[in-house]
Nanobody, 125 residues
Framework: VQLQAYGGGLVQAGGSLRLSCAAS????????MGWFRQAPGKEREFVAA???????YHADSVKGRFTISRDNTKNTMYLQMNSLKDEDTAVYSC????????????????????WGQGTQVTVSS
């Protein structure tokens, strides 16, 4: 499966953005999906994940502000980001894996087999 993330940009602190991840070349509904981010000088960080059935999981740092979702009819995953903070500035990437991930496995990037290119999100204060 090929993934393409888009929707990033420059936004003021407190604002909102919605990222999208479009999938092609595979049966999207078969994949467990995730969002990760990487800020300059920092390691890649788990943001959120969603099962093929729509069960969602969010990192504590974004819980209550970000919402992951997917539309299997459109082969697309989303990340609605509200109340953005300076520390949310990063390159956001989407990822997919064809097996079910449980517990802490969801947050480890090494468990994902397919990656899209990143989209830059910059939050200005």
């Amino acid at each position: 499966v090929q993934l393409q993330a888009y929707g990033g940009g420059l936004v003021q602190a407190g604002g909102s953005l919605r990222l999208s991840c479009a999938a092609s070349g595979g049966t999207f509904s078969n994949y467990f999906m995730g969002w990760f981010r990487q800020a300059p000088g920092k390691e890649r960080e788990f943001v959120a994940a969603i099962s093929r059935y729509g069960n969602s999981y969010h990192a504590d740092s974004v819980k209550g502000r970000f919402t992951i979702s997917r539309d299997n009819t459109k082969n697309t995953m989303y990340l609605q980001m509200n109340s953005l903070k300076d520390e949310d500035t990063a390159v956001y990437s989407c990822a997919a894996v064809s097996r079910i991930l449980q517990g802490a496995m969801r947050s480890w990037s090494g468990n994902y087999d397919y990656w899209g290119q990143g989209t830059q999100v910059t939050v200005s204060s």
